[in-house]
């Protein structure tokens, strides 16, 4: 212990003594250089540079012009547009040629029969009329109950009766072959009342095609007729041969 403070003690005294032997100018070697330290903290940043030059244009690097490429494909239909503004009237156009000649006749021919008061009916026979209010041309012919067709052309034919029974009458044609138009109506005889029948139809007929009434048989029908109008006439002249 004791040699350890005098150690102490002499380096100490060394130290005191040591400026006192170096006032006359006593020299000391340069020490080695210390170590490298370590990095020091990032910086702030500095302030906004001033803005540089463009750059030069390279006109040496633009390449010639290439050819046309190819036509392409039509493409799809757009939509419909819309309507525009109706355009101004034209002018008139010129006269166009004349026509040809009419007909020398002057007037249409007409046909048209009205006859009423049946005469004694008979099943499967034409109905005969007695009384006549229009028969143009005497087309309807009162022996045979029959209208003739002496101009060609499209009829309208109507018929109205009354009876007391049951009753059912046609309108025939030769136009018509085999088919024909019926018509009938039921009474109630214990009623004792009076009953209208009617009915009508439109015929294209040819020159001499007739057309007339009948009365036929029908579950309880009677040819008692107290009273039938049979009336005919032209609607338009046509020649069925035409349309047929």
Not at 109 to 119: C, D, H, L, R
Not at 133 to 160: A, E, L
Not at 172 to 189: P, R, V
């Amino acid at each position: 212990m004791f040699s350890l403070t005098a150690g102490y003690l002499l380096l100490g005294s060394a130290l005191l003594l040591m400026p006192e032997l170096c006032r006359g100018g006593c020299t000391v070697q340069d020490g080695k250089p210390g170590l490298e330290g370590i990095s020091g903290r990032d910086g702030l940043p500095g302030e906004k540079g001033e803005k540089g030059d463009a750059a030069p244009l390279m006109e040496s690097m633009k390449g010639m012009k290439g050819e046309s490429g190819h036509k392409g494909f039509p493409g799809e239909m757009g939509g419909k547009g819309y309507s525009g503004a109706v355009g101004q009237a034209g002018l008139p156009g010129p006269p166009g040629l004349k026509g040809s000649l009419g007909d020398s006749t002057g007037s249409l021919k007409q046909s048209a029969f009205s006859v009423y008061e049946p005469q004694n009916p008979e099943y499967g026979k034409p109905v005969k009329f007695t009384r006549t209010s229009v028969n143009i041309n005497d087309d309807f012919n009162h022996q045979t109950g029959k209208f003739i067709c002496r101009v060609p052309g499209v009829y309208y034919f109507v018929f109205h009766s009354m009876s007391e029974k049951n009753l059912c009458l046609s309108l025939k044609s030769d136009a018509l072959k085999e088919e024909n138009f019926g018509f009938c109506d039921y009474c109630d005889a214990s009623k004792n009342e009076k009953h209208v029948l009617s009915g009508g139809v439109v015929l294209q007929l040819d020159k001499d095609e007739k057309v007339w009434m009948e009365v036929f048989r029908e579950e309880n029908t009677q040819p008692s007729v107290e009273s039938i109008v049979f009336n005919g006439f032209l609607i338009f002249q046509s020649d069925k041969k035409k349309h047929s």
